[in-house]
């Protein structure tokens, strides 16, 4: 199992681009979400999914999309990037919520 | 909704001594607790968990952690630390709920420093 992995591991962006990243995970978990880390202030949930066809809004938000077509993916997407993105983003995963394995990262810098 | 608090940014101690990364949680319902450890440009990895019975959690690494519901705390501690303990610390919530959504609430974490 390769767990759960995200791509790319970092990015740079001029402000108003857009982009996608990716997350995937092999281990069939019906529970996928996306954080991001920023310093002094630990994780926070932007998005989650409980299946397929279902997300919902976590604490911040704010300029990003998801979608959740199949168990495996969980792409995030950025519509219009803004430097109060630049940021760490994690996807996890987890298949009754007690225990989420997370991913190596996306170090975004939006210039 | 739950907020959590580390009230330690940092943390230096030196190896093979003892070490407490304090962690205090306030929740209006139940929660389950976990800690998350960080090392340099990795993800984050499940050290330990409370979800019910004993209140005295062991984990990996030689680490532990004990639930106190009445200070509404969840300390990590570990008698004798390693250089290779050094890394960012992560207490977290959960609700309890029926259904498979667990969102976590983090702190702002703890960053441990093992000195020689």
């Known amino acids: 199992n390769a767990g759960v992995t995200q791509t790319p591991k970092f990015q740079v962006l001029k402000t108003g681009q857009s982009m996608t990243l990716q997350c995937a995970q092999d281990?069939?978990?019906?529970?996928m979400s996306w954080y991001r880390q920023d310093p002094g202030m630990g994780l926070r949930l932007i998005h989650y999914?409980?299946?397929?066809?279902?997300?919902d809004q976590g604490e911040v938000p704010n300029g990003y999309n998801v979608s959740r077509s199949t168990t495996e993916d969980f792409p995030l997407r950025l519509l219009s990037a803004a430097p109060s993105q630049t940021s760490v983003y994690f996807c996890?995963?987890?298949?009754?919520?007690?225990?989420?394995?997370f991913g190596p990262g996306t170090r975004l810098t939006v210039l | 909704a739950q907020s959590v608090t580390q009230l330690d940014s940092q943390v230096p101690v030196f190896e093979e001594a003892p070490v407490e990364l304090r962690c205090n949680y306030s929740s209006s319902v139940s929660v389950y607790l976990f800690w998350y450890v960080q090392y340099p440009n990795q993800g984050l990895q499940l050290l330990l968990k409370?979800?019910?019975?004993?209140?005295l959690v062991k984990g990996i690494n030689g680490f532990e952690a004990e639930f106190n519901k009445s200070q509404t705390s969840f300390h990590l501690r570990k008698p004798s630390v390693h250089i290779s303990d050094t890394a960012e610390y992560f207490c977290a919530v959960s609700k309890i709920s029926s259904g498979s959504a667990r969102q976590l609430t983090f702190g702002s974490g703890t960053q441990l420093t093992v000195l020689p």
């Open positions: 996890a995963s987890s298949w009754g919520g007690n225990e989420q394995f």
């Open positions: 281990m069939n978990h019906e529970y």
């Open positions: 999914s409980v299946g397929a066809g279902i997300t």
């Open positions: 409370y979800l019910s019975g004993s209140t």
